[in-house]
């Protein structure tokens, strides 16, 4: 069962998906949820089933205080890294939120001072507390729903299915075709260096 609160009720839990991806943003949720809200599903969104998810998704939506979701895209990340771009789409996701929380509730161990909020990192948060597990529900949502309009342009790569994550299927399509504009140029794509002719 995951916990409601930390210390405050309006506290907003936040975290982010996409950060081991060849391709495509890291998306970042913040979500602040009421103090009567309850649900047996909600988990952390690797643990439930995409159709769960989806079906968890408009529920948080309309049951929340107030929540936000932003994208950071693979430019900004390829300029700043992955880690600082994944704390900075949870900082844009909390200026989305219409009320300033009293706490912040960070899944991992990595976070950056937001404003004048106080912030506690929680290892594994997502599975701990309900506002990281719904935050991490909504950043896995919208970015899978991210990932299959993209793989409309480039069905080659699969991204509906794999969303960007460095599967067998996705590097042998990488081998074959190269990379995107939506391929992220600062990871190494392929496992092992590929030798140039000369």
């Known amino acids: 069962m995951l916990k409601k609160w930390y210390k405050f009720t309006d506290e907003a839990g936040t975290d982010e998906a996409g950060r081991g991806c060849l391709a495509g943003p890291v998306t970042a949720g913040a979500i602040i949820l009421p103090e009567d809200f309850h649900n047996e599903v909600l988990n952390d969104s690797k643990q439930l089933t995409e159709l769960k998810r989806e079906h968890l998704r408009p529920l948080l939506e309309d049951h929340a205080v107030c929540y936000s979701v932003c994208h950071v895209f693979e430019q900004e990340i390829d300029s700043i ?3 600082n771009a994944s704390i900075l789409a949870m900082h844009r996701a909390l200026d989305g939120l219409e009320t300033t929380p009293s706490l912040i509730l960070v899944d991992g161990n990595r976070f950056k001072p937001y404003k004048n909020v106080a912030y506690e990192c929680i ?3 997502d599975g701990k507390f309900m506002s990281i597990a719904a935050a991490s529900v909504l950043a896995k949502t919208y970015r899978d729903e991210y990932m299959a309009q993209i793989h409309e342009e480039y069905p080659m790569y699969n991204w509906k299915k ?3 994550y460095p599967t ?3 590097r042998e399509a990488i081998k074959k ?3 995107t504009k ?3 140029k600062s990871f190494r794509q392929l496992p092992e260096q590929l030798t140039l002719d000369f």
């Open 81 to 83: 890294n992955i880690l």
């Open 123 to 125: 290892i594994k948060g």
């Open 162 to 164: 794999n969303k960007g």
């Open 168 to 170: 067998k299927e996705h």
């Open 177 to 179: 075709y190269g990379i």
């Open 182 to 184: 939506y391929h992220r």
